[in-house]
C-alpha cells in the first residue's frame, strides 16, 4: 500500500535536495564490533533541524503555497521535531506559524521552534491535548491545521528511505521508530516502489505502545497515558491511516524498554560520538534486542533525531535511565 508514485518520491526528493543534501547511512566498525553484524545507521539527525521530519515540512509547504496561496498561516501540534520542521519551511514559505506543545516540553526544542520563527503556545498535559488546541486555534484564526500525519509529510520523508535504499539496497532488515507514523510509512513506502524486500520492523516503547496494541488488535488502540522520556514517539492515539500501512507493510514491532533506549543513546555515543535522542535511538535499543537472533544479516537503523536537552543527555552518559517527560 503507497499514498504515492515513484514519480512522485522523486520530485519530492528535487524538492527536499534543493534545500538540504542526503544525510549520511554509515555502517560504523564499533557497532559491527558490538553486535556482531553489519549495521548502517542513517544519519537523520544530520539535516538542518537535527531530525527526519524537515523533509516533510518542505513537500508540505510547497504544495500548499502552490495550491492555496491564500492562506493566512499554519498551526500544528507537536512535541518538537514535527514543529521545528514546519517552523524551518514556514520560513521559507513566507507564512506565519503557531505552534501548540504540551506543558514541560522540551526546553531546548521549544528555544529551536522559536529561533526558526514559530509563536509557540504551551497546552494540555500531553500531545494530544496540544494536538486538540491547535485545531481550536486553527478555526479562531483561519489558520491551516497542519496534522502530524499526511501524504505529502509522509512523500517528504520518504526521501530518507529512498536514499538509504538507493545506496544500500542490500538491507536485510531494518529497525525505525514509530511516533504517529510519518517515518516507518515513508520507509515503507520507498521499499515498495523499489521493489525491494528488506524486512521493516517499528519500534515503540514498552510504556507508550499504543501502536503496538493497535498492529496486534488490527484497529486503532487508544492508551490512557504515555511513560517515556523519548518523547517523539510518546503518542496516546495511533493514526488509522497510518496504522493501515503499517499493518500491511511492516513486518512487526518491536517493544524496548525505558532502560534499553538509555543504554542505546549511551551506544551512539560511545561508538560513533553522534547525540541521539530518545526516540532516535529506539531503533538501535530493538536491534540490541534481537542482534542474537541477526547474526549474518545486514541491518540498519534509523537514527531519527539528535534534539536532547542537554540536562537528560547529561543524566544518560551518567548512567542513569530518565524520568518521563
Request: hydrophobic share 50%; charged share 20%; glycine share 8%.
Amino acid at each position: 500500500m503507497t499514498l504515492f508514485s515513484r514519480d512522485d518520491l522523486d520530485a519530492a526528493a528535487r524538492l527536499v535536495h534543493a534545500v538540504m543534501p542526503p544525510t549520511p547511512a554509515y555502517a560504523w566498525p564499533l557497532l559491527a564490533e558490538r553486535f556482531g553484524l553489519q549495521v548502517v545507521v542513517k544519519h537523520e539527525n544530520h539535516t538542518p533541524i537535527g531530525a527526519f521530519k524537515v523533509r516533510g515540512g518542505i513537500v508540505y509547504l510547497d504544495r500548499l503555497k502552490r495550491e492555496r496561496p491564500e492562506v493566512k498561516g499554519i498551526v500544528s501540534a507537536t512535541r518538537g521535531n514535527h514543529g521545528q520542521s514546519l517552523a524551518f519551511a514556514a520560513r521559507h514559505a513566507g507564512l506565519p506559524l503557531a505552534v501548540v506543545v504540551p506543558h514541560g516540553n522540551s526546553v531546548e526544542k521549544n528555544a529551536a521552534m522559536r529561533a526558526f520563527g514559530a509563536e509557540l503556545i504551551e497546552h494540555g498535559r500531553d500531545f494530544d491535548e496540544a494536538r486538540e488546541r491547535a485545531a481550536a486555534i486553527a478555526a479562531e484564526r483561519g489558520f491551516e491545521f497542519v496534522p502530524s500525519f499526511h501524504r505529502d509529510l509522509v512523500m517528504g520523508v520518504a526521501t530518507y528511505g529512498l536514499e538509504l535504499f538507493l545506496a544500500h539496497p542490500d538491507i536485510d532488515i531494518l529497525y525505525a521508530p514509530i511516533g504517529l507514523g510519518s517515518g516507518l510509512c515513508g520507509l515503507i513506502s520507498a521499499r515498495d516502489l523499489l521493489g525491494l524486500k528488506t524486512r521493516i520492523v517499528g519500534v515503540v516503547s514498552e510504556d507508550a505502545a499504543a501502536y503496538a496494541l493497535s498492529v496486534e488488535a488490527g484497529r486503532v488502540v487508544e492508551v490512557n497515558a504515555t511513560n517515556t522520556f523519548a518523547d517523539g514517539i510518546a503518542v496516546r492515539i495511533p493514526s488509522a491511516e497510518a496504522l493501515a500501512i503499517i499493518i500491511d507493510g511492516a513486518e512487526r514491532i518491536v517493544k524496548v524498554s525505558e532502560d534499553a533506549i538509555a543504554e542505546a543513546v549511551r551506544t551512539y555515543w560511545t561508538d560513533t560520538h553522534n547525540a541521539a535522542e530518545g526516540a532516535g535511538a529506539a531503533a538501535l535499543a530493538a536491534l540490541a534486542k534481537e542482534a542474537p537472533a541477526l547474526k549474518g544479516l545486514k541491518a540498519a537503523v534509523i537514527l531519527s533525531g539528535q534534539n536532547i536537552d542537554r540536562p537528560v543527555m547529561l543524566e544518560i552518559l551518567s548512567g542513569r535511565t530518565p524520568k518521563a517527560m
